[in-house]
């Protein structure tokens, strides 16, 4: 269900990478939410770094939600760069899974292989 690779990146070298990586492969990233900062900034203790890129391919995207509008609610997908442990690690939830617990149409499952095929090609340059 996880695709999850360890990198001897910093946390910071490896989320710049993996924003590079995301446009080289035709996706954008919408936002990155910063876990990490944000937990720390609510005054709780967080010693680790974890972002979260909200990456989309519009054209792959429309193409979802021309099948089962409902599935906006699994979209965009999720890539996120953390620390654990003194080690910096990417991964994601793989969307085919993902979204074979959501739909069985064969239409979507293809478009979900497709995805999650670049977002882990994605990941794997980053590293």
């Known amino acids: 269900m996880y695709y999850v690779v360890s990198t001897d990146k910093t946390f910071e070298e490896a989320s710049a990478d993996l924003q590079i990586e995301v446009k080289n492969l035709g996706f ?17 203790e967080f010693e680790e770094n974890c972002k979260v890129f909200e990456v989309c391919n519009p054209v792959q995207a429309a193409k979802v939600l021309s099948v089962d509008m409902q599935l906006n609610m699994a979209l965009p997908c999720r890539i996120s760069v953390y620390t654990e442990k003194g080690s910096t690690k990417i991964g994601l939830i793989k969307p085919a899974q993902m979204l074979s617990a959501l739909s069985n149409d064969p239409t979507l499952i293809e478009i979900a292989n497709e995805v999650e095929g670049k977002t882990i090609q994605m990941i794997n340059n980053s590293k």
């Open 28 to 44: 954008g990233v919408l936002h990155i939410h910063d876990l990490g900062e944000t937990l720390r900034s609510k005054g709780i």
